[in-house]
């Protein structure tokens, strides 16, 4: 496998980490899920800068986000696969 460009801990996991540079809208994506040594493919429909998170997939409205096995939070719209997932469609659950 080549170098990827996002990487994800567990297959459970809704979202991955950009560890390239700013990923282009449109750019067909690898993915190394760490945990289960595989990879995975989805294209960019946002820009995704480095250290970002995309979705894997499909993420309702109100839905628990999972990062490296753990809930990171909640969604605030719904996020389609492939889109940059940031502070404008994520929020902590905490308040």
């Known amino acids: 496998m080549s170098s990827p460009d996002f990487i994800v801990h567990d297959p459970h996991d809704s979202v991955g980490v950009a ?3 700013t990923i282009e809208a449109g750019r067909t ?3 190394w899920v760490m945990e289960t040594d595989t990879t995975i493919t989805l294209q960019a429909k946002d820009p995704i800068p480095l250290g970002h ?3 894997l997939r499909d993420i309702s409205n109100d839905e628990t986000v999972l990062k490296y096995g753990q809930d990171i939070g909640r969604t605030v719209a719904a996020i389609g696969q492939g889109r940059h997932v940031h502070v404008h469609n994520l929020k902590t ?3």
């Open 19 to 21: 560890v390239v540079e």
């Open 53 to 55: 998170k995309i979705a």
């Open 29 to 31: 994506l690898t993915g």
């Open 93 to 95: 659950k905490r308040w």
